[in-house]
C-alpha cells in the first residue's frame, strides 16, 4: 500500500469518526435500556440465585409476595400447630420488607394433622401459582401428604415439626420412603430422638427390657420403630411393640399385650387423647404396676402434663435452651420473641416448636431474597429454582434453635434432644426445666 493511500484512509476515518461515536453511543443506550428490564442498580438477575428450571414468580409492584402457614391449628393437636403460625407471623414482621415488598402469610390454612387434612389444604395451595413457599405442616403425617403436591408445583416446604425420618432420609445416604425434593425442616429427625430415649433408658435408667406402644402414625410409628433399633443395638430387648388406632379410648388389649414381656419401662411417642388413656390405664394393668412410663414431644405439652397420671413421666424432645441464640436475619433472640409473642397472645407457647418455625419462616425469608430482583417497572421476580438452590446451601446459620445446615435431603436441624423428668403436675415449667439426659 502507497503512503497515499495510506493518507487516503486516515482522513476518510476522521471524516466518518464522529458517526461512529454516535453509533457506538447508541448501541450502549439500548444495551443500557436493556439490561433495566431485570436490574435495578443492586446486582439484578445476574445475582439472584435459580436457572428458571421451576419457574420465575412475578410480583407486581404494589402486591405482596405470597407464602403460606400450613399447620394443626384445631381440634385435639392445636397446640402444636398454633404456635408454629404464630411463631411464623412475628418472623414476617421481625424480617420486615423484601426488596420494598411485603411478605403475605394469606389465610393460614389447617392440615388437621392428618393426612385428609394435608392433602386438602395442599390443593388449595398449589391453586395460587404466586405461592412461594409453605412454613408446615405441624405433623409427619399430614407432611406425606402434602408436600408432594407443594413440592411437585415448584414450590418449597420448611416444617418445623415434622419428625418422621421417612420425610428425609436415614442419615445414611439413602432417601426415605416419603421424601419429596423441595421438603426441608428445621425439627431433628426422629432417628435421633429415638436414640437419645434408647440411651437414657438403657444407661441412665439401667433398664434393659423395654416396650413401645404407636398409633401407625408416620410420626408415631417411626419414632417407636427408631427406639427400638436403637435399644438393641445397645443390648437391649424390646419385649413388646404394638399399635393402637386413633380414637382408641380402652386401651388395656395393647396394655395386657406388652405387659406379657414384663418391661421395665414403656415408651408410647403418641398424642392425645389416646396418650391420656394410656397414661391412666397402663398402672392397672397386671404386670405394668411398676413400668416406667415415657413418652416424646407430642405429649409434652401443658394439657397432658396438668393430668395426675402423668407424674412421674420422662419425655424426649427438642433442647428448647435457646438461652442467648440469635437468629441472624432479624437479631431476635428467644427472650425478645417470647416477650413479643406473651404481649399479642396473652399466653406463651403451648408447645416446643415455635423457635423452629420462627427459624424455618427466617430461612425461607432468606432464600427469596437470594434468588429475587427487581427490574425497571418495579416488579419484583422470584426464581423458584434458586429458592431451592438457597436452602439446599445452608451452613453454619444461627438461629433461635441453634446452629442449622441443610443436608442432602433437607434435614437442616440441630439435632439436640433432652429427656426431662415431669415431677409435679401442679408445677410443669418447672418439671420442663428438669433435664435429666442430653443427646448427642
Known amino acids: 500500500m502507497s503512503r497515499f493511500e495510506i493518507l487516503g484512509r486516515i482522513r476518510l476515518g476522521r471524516r466518518f469518526a ?5 453509533l457506538l453511543a447508541v448501541f450502549a443506550l439500548l444495551a443500557t435500556s436493556c439490561g433495566n428490564d431485570d436490574d435495578d442498580g443492586s446486582g439484578g438477575r445476574s445475582d439472584a440465585l435459580g436457572d428458571g428450571s421451576l419457574g420465575i414468580v412475578t ?3 404494589g402486591e405482596s409476595i405470597q407464602i403460606r402457614s400450613l399447620n394443626a391449628i384445631s381440634g385435639p393437636v392445636a397446640f402444636l400447630g398454633l404456635p408454629n403460625q404464630r411463631a411464623v407471623e412475628l418472623a414476617i414482621a421481625d424480617y420486615g420488607r423484601i426488596s420494598g415488598f ?4 394469606g389465610t393460614p390454612l389447617d392440615d388437621l394433622c392428618s393426612s385428609e387434612g394435608g392433602q386438602a389444604a395442599a390443593q388449595t395451595i398449589v391453586a395460587d401459582e404466586q405461592v412461594i413457599g409453605v412454613i408446615g405442616t405441624s405433623c409427619s403425617g399430614a407432611a406425606v401428604a402434602a408436600a408432594p403436591l407443594v413440592t411437585e408445583a415448584g414450590m418449597v416446604m420448611i416444617s418445623p415439626s415434622n419428625t418422621s425420618p421417612a420425610l428425609t432420609s436415614d442419615f445414611e445416604g439413602n432417601a426415605g ?6 421438603y426441608y425442616r428445621t425439627a431433628h429427625n426422629d432417628l435421633v430422638q429415638g436414640a437419645a430415649m434408647a440411651n437414657f433408658v438403657f444407661s441412665e435408667l439401667d433398664v434393659d427390657n423395654a416396650a413401645a406402644i404407636h398409633d401407625g402414625d408416620p410420626y408415631t410409628q417411626g419414632l417407636a420403630q427408631a427406639f427400638r433399633n436403637s435399644f438393641e443395638e445397645l443390648g437391649g430387648t424390646v419385649s413388646g411393640f404394638t399399635g393402637v388406632n386413633k380414637g382408641d379410648t380402652d386401651m388395656v388389649p395393647a396394655l395386657t399385650e406388652v405387659a406379657a414381656g414384663s418391661p421395665g419401662a414403656l415408651f408410647f411417642p403418641i398424642f392425645q387423647p389416646e396418650g391420656d388413656f394410656i397414661a391412666g390405664q397402663a398402672p392397672t394393668v397386671s404386670g405394668l404396676e411398676s413400668t416406667l412410663l415415657l413418652a416424646a414431644d407430642g405429649l409434652l405439652v401443658d394439657d397432658f402434663m396438668a393430668l395426675g397420671d402423668s407424674e412421674g413421666m420422662y419425655f424426649s ?6 438461652g442467648t441464640n440469635i437468629n441472624q436475619s432479624t437479631g431476635q433472640n ?11 397472645h396473652g399466653e406463651a407457647p403451648s408447645a416446643a416448636f415455635w423457635g423452629h418455625a420462627y427459624d424455618a419462616a427466617t430461612l425461607l425469608l432468606d432464600a427469596i431474597v437470594a434468588a429475587s430482583w427487581t427490574d425497571g417497572d418495579g416488579n419484583l421476580h422470584i426464581d423458584r429454582a434458586g429458592v431451592r438452590q438457597h436452602l439446599n446451601s445452608v451452613s453454619g446459620y444461627s438461629g433461635i434453635t441453634g446452629t442449622l445446615s441443610c443436608d442432602d435431603f433437607g434435614d437442616c436441624a440441630s439435632q439436640k434432644i433432652t429427656i426431662i423428668h415431669h415431677t409435679s403436675s401442679a408445677a410443669i415449667e418447672a418439671s420442663k ?8
Open 18 to 22: 464522529p458517526i461512529v461515536v454516535a
Open 59 to 61: 410480583v407486581a409492584e
Open 102 to 105: 411485603s411478605v403475605d402469610l
Open 177 to 182: 420412603e416419603n421424601y419429596s425434593v423441595g
Open 317 to 322: 424432645g427438642p433442647d428448647v435452651r435457646f
Open 334 to 344: 428467644a427472650e425478645g420473641i417470647l416477650t413479643a409473642y406473651n404481649q399479642a
Open 433 to 440: 426445666d428438669n433435664v435429666v439426659f442430653s443427646y448427642p
